[in-house]
């Protein structure tokens, strides 16, 4: 049994036992023993004295002890169970494969920064967030925005025990943000209508027949908050371009940004082939910045197939070697 598993185990075993107690629903029991986690001993002093032998009982896993991305998974593995038969198809956490062609597609893109500022618009518990924060040292300061209270707070607690710096807005991401423009946005773009017409007006991709979707209207705001020359990488449906809201779409895409890549995940990551996904990589627009030459499209393999992961590194490596990154 690895470490993380091991973790999991002794935490299901304490939330089980916490939520069978006080009638609470797993994903709060999860929020009560994150909290714990954090807790210092002031915050100790006031709590009664019945809570002291469940609090002692977390405090001894010594969760602290782990390395952040241990924390990560084993933070994971407790949401996703907590989601089981619960959640909404859109609040599925993004599958760590996924995480791992990010960062090396980050690698890539900005191979002589430093430090990156990024933005998360759909950060929902930050899995995605901190898994790219973890493997990447250059991600020094990061932003997150989720609209549900709850994952919010999850996302939070999270990023405090990775000991990741990241600033949260508990709001709607199509409103306006308090944000300074980043260096990179990364999504996992929920795909679905957006029902505030007279916001959505405000954009270029708003349709005035019927509501605009939502993925398109977060696609530009995300291109707000960019960098003129940064980079975003969402991860979309791989019907995004074939939808009757997509010529729209394709144009404001075209007035705003170079597409860089298309890379389509492997099916076999997703529950079912209607929900396949693939990697999008835009570039905003600015006056240094000019399309490829040719746009860099990839079926991604299996990790599980070494070799083919291989040969397809090697194929982008090229690419990006073609293209003077």
Aim: aromatic content about 10%.
């Amino acid at each position: 049994m690895s470490t993380v598993e091991a973790y999991f185990q002794q935490i299901d075993n304490l939330i089980e036992e916490h939520v069978n107690a006080n009638d609470l629903t797993y994903m709060d029991g999860l929020l009560d023993l994150l909290n714990i986690f954090l807790m210092d001993e002031e915050e100790e002093q006031d709590l009664p004295e019945a809570d002291m032998v469940f609090i002692k009982k977390v405090q001894a896993i010594g969760f602290e002890r782990l390395e952040r991305e241990q924390i990560r998974k084993t933070i994971e593995l407790t949401t996703l169970k907590s989601m089981k038969g619960a959640m909404q198809i859109q609040h599925l956490i993004t599958p760590d494969t996924i995480a791992s062609y990010m960062n090396y597609l980050i690698e890539k893109l900005y191979p002589r920064a430093e430090e990156l500022t990024i933005f998360d618009p759909v950060v929902g518990s930050a899995n995605l967030l901190n898994a790219l924060m973890n493997q990447n040292p250059k991600l020094v300061k990061a932003f997150g925005s989720e609209i549900d209270p709850t994952f919010i707070q999850l996302a939070s607690l999270s990023a405090n025990l990775q000991e990741n710096e990241v600033e949260f807005f508990h709001q709607d991401t199509i409103q306006p943000l308090l944000l300074d423009p980043v260096d990179l946005v990364v999504a996992d773009l929920p795909v679905g209508y957006y029902p505030d017409d007279d916001r959505a007006r405000a954009f270029k991709v708003f349709m005035p027949d019927e509501h605009t979707y939502a993925h398109h209207l977060l696609i530009e705001q995300s291109l707000n908050y960019t960098k003129a020359g940064g980079y975003l990488i969402f991860v979309i449906p791989n019907t995004l371009f074939n939808s009757d809201q997509a010529t729209q779409l394709h144009r404001f895409i075209q007035e705003s940004a170079h597409v860089i890549a298309l890379l389509q995940l492997p099916n076999h990551i997703f529950r079912a082939e209607e929900q396949a996904k693939s990697i999008f990589i835009l570039q905003k627009k600015s006056e240094q910045t000019q399309s490829p030459k040719e746009v860099l499209m990839a079926q991604l393999p299996s990790f599980k197939d070494a070799k083919a992961t291989e040969n397809i590194v090697l194929k982008m490596n090229q690419w990006f070697n073609k293209e003077g990154y």
